[in-house]
């Protein structure tokens, strides 16, 4: 049915701390799972992305890992930065002829102190 | 290089007015697809196109509709404005639309009253 209204989990931490941010998909046929940043006022930014066929990819402070077993997402980002602080979305591309269309996942706010 | 240019930033429109956005890819770039963003709802697709063809569309209305122009560039317009179709509407363009390599713009901010 419709949701009433989105209430986004919310993930609070220490400047240098690492942080975790998770995400349950839905579609077993998904090949590209990506994550973005949005900041206010701006659009999603691209953060990193793993195909289907990984379980495992690392950038620059940040880690994806993916579970295709439990649809399981998560975003590692080590040594927390307040600039870090956002709404952080996964998305899924199902590939084939699911052409542009991504589909979120609800995000998740991201506050980092000081 | 530019990025993903969307146009206008914000907008103020009265129910039952129609709205055109307008979204400039980023050179080379193909594909662009439209989002809608709401507190209620997230992020939802609204459709794509490609070498100026709808390929791809969500679950949304008629009044939503869209063109892409031989530049690439491409508009989209809402019809009868309701007061739900107050969101953030954002585009994204990317070389072939499909993969993982998906620019988006900063978005218009449309307000119905």
């Known amino acids: 049915g419709e949701s009433v209204g989105l209430h986004l989990p919310t993930l609070s931490v220490q400047e240098g701390d690492n942080s975790i941010i998770n995400c349950a998909y839905s579609?077993?046929?998904?090949?590209?799972f990506i994550w973005y940043k949005q900041e206010s006022g701006k659009g999603p930014q691209f953060i990193i992305d793993?195909?289907?066929?990984?379980d495992k990819r690392q950038g620059q402070r940040v880690t994806v890992l993916l579970n295709k077993t439990v649809k399981h997402l998560s975003l590692q980002i080590a040594a927390t930065q307040p600039g870090d602080s956002a709404v952080y979305f996964c998305?899924?591309?199902?590939?084939?002829?699911?052409?542009?269309?991504?589909?979120f996942g609800q995000g998740t706010i991201l506050t980092v102190h000081p | 290089k530019a990025g993903v240019t969307q146009t206008p930033r914000y907008l103020i429109k009265t129910r039952g007015q129609q709205v055109t956005l307008s979204c400039s890819p980023i050179?080379?770039?193909?594909?662009v697809s439209w989002y809608q963003q709401t507190p209620g709802q997230g992020l939802q697709f609204l459709f794509e196109?490609?070498?100026?063809?709808?390929?791809n569309k969500g679950n949304f209305p008629g009044r939503f509709s869209g063109r892409q122009f031989s530049n690439s560039r491409s508009e989209m317009n809402v019809s009868t404005l309701e007061l739900g179709d107050s969101a953030l509407y954002l585009c994204?363009?990317?070389?072939?639309?499909?993969?993982?390599?998906?620019?988006f713009g900063s978005g218009t901010r449309l307000t119905v009253v």
């Open positions: 994204a363009s990317s070389l072939i639309g499909q993969g993982s390599g998906y620019t």
């Open positions: 579609n077993s046929a998904s090949d590209y």
């Open positions: 793993i195909r289907s066929n990984m």
């Open positions: 998305a899924e591309n199902a590939g084939g002829t699911s052409y542009g269309k991504l589909t």
């Open positions: 050179s080379g770039h193909r594909s």
């Open positions: 196109y490609f070498s100026e063809t709808q390929r």
